[in-house]
């Protein structure tokens, strides 16, 4: 059921405040303000010397996000791959460290033979899956459920939303464990998460402006997104959005590879949308919007209100996101990302909620 939405895509992008917010609520404390896993680890955090991620597309830029968490907040290193790779690296693992495996569906080929290899090689297999009756759930020692509900568009956005908030609670949780992160650290943390649903209420809001900017965007051939840090990975899925719905050419880059080749690219025609909240090195992001602009590229700017005043540069357009901590960007940022992609391939006349050539669910490799 579409509700009043004339796409699944729609519903599932406007259902993300309710659904991530029940996500949330069940992996923190309200009342004290800390993470609490409602899951039994058979491993102990403090002593991992590694973690490994694998998944597949937005699942697998989910993992990229986490991968920043987990070092930054909990020192603990990432080796992180698509699954289509990892399953066949034969990538040496030291039996009794951790690997997660992140799916919505749960019955992704390559992320499940990934998931096998990591067990045969004395792994402890946790999996954050929005299915819980998925082979990938059945066959993890632990599941941290996404409580996203059924996911019907073959575009991932609720579930993607759901995932980085699982993982984040994760990080946190074991950043705590390893004694990285400090009480305070801990509650501020917790209530930038608890932020999240209404932040991302406010981020809904400029539905209108996007669906406009959305119009302009369906001229281009090639769409260029960039960012840095947990940006970079949404730069990523940014892209992957738009090319799986719109058929439009997009690319995300970290910003910081922009002179190693793709700044050939830009032009009066190339549209470049930069997600870059007011954080510790949105100086350097500025940089390259210049780098941009010198050339005419035209910058559509994804960034709180410090960002838009600092910028200083001519942008095509501004979407003004609220102020939140930077840690929760990610999550929030999704949203004028996905709408953007919607909003261009519906104008363009596709069926968004059944992109040609694609499956929902990808049971072979
Ligand atoms: O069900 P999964 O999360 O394992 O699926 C992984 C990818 O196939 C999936 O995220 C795909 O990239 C989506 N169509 C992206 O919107």
């Known amino acids: ?21 029940r996500t949330i609520a069940h992996y923190v404390d309200l009342a004290t303000g800390t993470v609490r896993l409602p899951l039994d680890l058979p491993f102990d955090f403090k002593a991992l010397k590694r973690l490994v991620i694998s998944a597949c597309g937005t699942a697998y830029y989910a993992g990229l996000v986490a991968q920043y968490w987990f070092e930054r907040l909990a020192r603990l290193p990432v080796e992180i791959d698509v699954a289509s790779e990892f399953r066949y690296r034969e990538m040496p693992l030291e039996p009794g460290e951790l690997a997660l495996f992140i799916s919505q ?103 209108h402006d996007i669906e406009l900017l959305s119009r302009d965007l369906a001229k281009a051939t090639d769409v ?93 357009t501004t979407l003004t996101m609220p102020a939140m901590d930077p840690i929760v960007a990610p999550i929030v940022y999704a949203v004028p990302v996905q709408l953007l992609a919607y909003h261009t391939a519906v104008f363009m006349g596709k069926d968004v909620d059944q992109p040609r050539n694609l499956a929902k669910s990808v049971t072979v490799e």
């Open 105 to 207: 569906s749960g019955e992704t080929a390559d992320t499940l033979a990934s998931l096998r290899y990591a067990r045969a090689e004395g792994q402890h297999i946790v999996s954050v899956v929005n299915v819980p009756t998925s082979t990938i759930a059945r066959e993890s020692a632990v599941v941290a459920p996404t409580l996203a509900g059924p996911e019907i568009g073959v575009a991932s956005t609720k579930a993607f939303t759901c995932q980085l908030a699982v993982l984040l609670s994760l990080a946190v949780a074991a950043g705590r464990a390893r004694g990285t992160l400090s009480a305070e650290d801990e509650q501020r943390l917790v209530k930038a998460l608890v932020s999240v649903p209404s932040l991302m209420s406010e981020a809904l809001k400029h539905e």
């Open 224 to 316: 260029l997104y960039l960012g840095r840090g947990t940006s970079y990975p949404l730069a990523l899925e940014g892209a992957l959005k738009l090319k799986e719905i719109s058929y439009i050419h997009a690319e995300g880059y970290a910003a910081g590879e922009l002179k190693h080749g793709p700044i050939a690219l830009i032009d009066e025609t190339m549209p470049v949308i930069v997600l870059a909240p007011h954080d510790a090195i949105f100086e350097k992001t500025v940089s390259n919007m210049q780098e941009v602009a010198a050339r005419g590229g035209r910058i559509i700017l994804v960034g709180d209100e410090r960002a838009a005043r600092e910028a200083s540069v001519e942008t095509w």
């Open 1 to 21: 059921d579409k509700g009043n939405h004339r796409h699944f895509m729609a519903k599932e992008i406007h259902e993300q405040p309710e659904v991530v917010g």
